[in-house]
């Protein structure tokens, strides 16, 4: 559970010390860390779309049904690849559908390289302009994840921080949910949510904790326009003890409805575009 109503029943934690105080010549295990997260198997219109058009990794090959409409996206998607080499193929709807993992794969499928994950310290530097990252701490729900990925970049967030366990990697149901996002983020896999924020804090990272029960609410944070990584948990679970405690800061999103809560998806949206409108009033 990601967000709060207004009127706090339990005081935000905040740290004392600023991040980017530690010993930043340490070389730790997440600095040098990479790994693969999946995304192998990409299904649907637009996801395979924008594997084409990032660029980033060709795919191998690409499975169109047999019998589906040629118009519009699969048109430009085939078009695409016969321009960048990529061997198109038809394929039964038998042999189709036993291969598909996601729930509407919409007749078009790829297989490509996995996306390979990148060090902490690349992750903060990448962009080159203050980091707006996304930590998922327990977030298992493939279409929750996929969700949260696609506001994720078009709010304009510069990477993810995936832990290796308890936690959706980048499969055909999240890559479809994410719609093309995941061709355009750059990903961290780490051991664990509350290491690397420790990590995050000694690269000068502020994290912000996601909490039902914070007292203070997002849009009063006035430290969003730097680099900061947003923490979100899973949906009725929230954040764990542990990774609550090693937050700079918690924060809740104010609700004025009956509905107890937002699910993670929607709340993670409402905070990257509190994020988008802090850095646009700098």
Not at 5 to 32: A, E, I, K, V
Not at 82 to 109: I, K, N, Y
Not at 131 to 160: C, K, Q, W, Y
Not at 214 to 224: C, R
Request: hydrophobic share 40%; aromatic share 4%; net charge positive.
């Amino acid at each position: 559970m990601a967000t709060g109503r207004q009127g706090p029943s339990r005081t935000s934690r905040q740290r004392s010390s600023r991040p980017g105080q530690r010993d930043r010549g340490q070389n730790t295990y997440f600095t040098q860390r990479a790994a693969n997260l999946g995304g192998e198997q990409v299904e649907g219109h637009r996801a395979v779309l924008e594997l084409l058009k990032a660029g980033r990794r060709r795919p191998q090959e690409i499975w169109f049904e047999d019998g589906i409409d040629r118009l519009g996206l699969p048109r430009e998607i085939a078009d695409l690849a016969l321009s960048e080499r990529v061997p198109v193929v038809t394929v039964s709807r038998t042999r189709f559908d036993s291969r598909a993992a996601s729930e509407s794969h919409q007749g078009v499928m790829a297989f490509a390289p996995a996306i390979r994950g990148v060090s902490l310290e690349e992750l903060v530097k990448k962009s080159g302009r203050p980091p707006a990252l996304v930590v998922v701490d327990h977030i298992t729900d493939p279409r929750n994840f996929g969700a949260l990925l696609r506001s994720a970049e078009v709010a304009g967030m510069t990477g993810v921080v995936v832990p290796e366990h308890r936690a959706c990697r980048l499969t055909p149901s999240a890559t479809k949910t994410a719609a093309g996002a995941i061709e355009y983020m750059d990903f961290a896999l780490v051991p664990g949510v509350p290491a690397a924020l420790e990590e995050l804090k000694a690269l000068g990272v502020w994290s912000v904790g996601l909490d039902p029960d914070a007292e203070m609410s997002l849009s009063d944070v006035s430290l969003l326009s730097g680099p900061v990584a947003m923490v979100l948990g899973a949906e009725g679970k929230g954040l764990s003890k542990l990774t609550r405690s090693r937050c700079d800061l918690l924060a809740g999103i104010p609700q004025y409805g009956k509905v107890e809560s937002l699910n993670v998806s929607a709340a993670a949206t409402v905070a990257f575009y509190e994020v988008a409108r802090s850095r646009d009033e700098i």
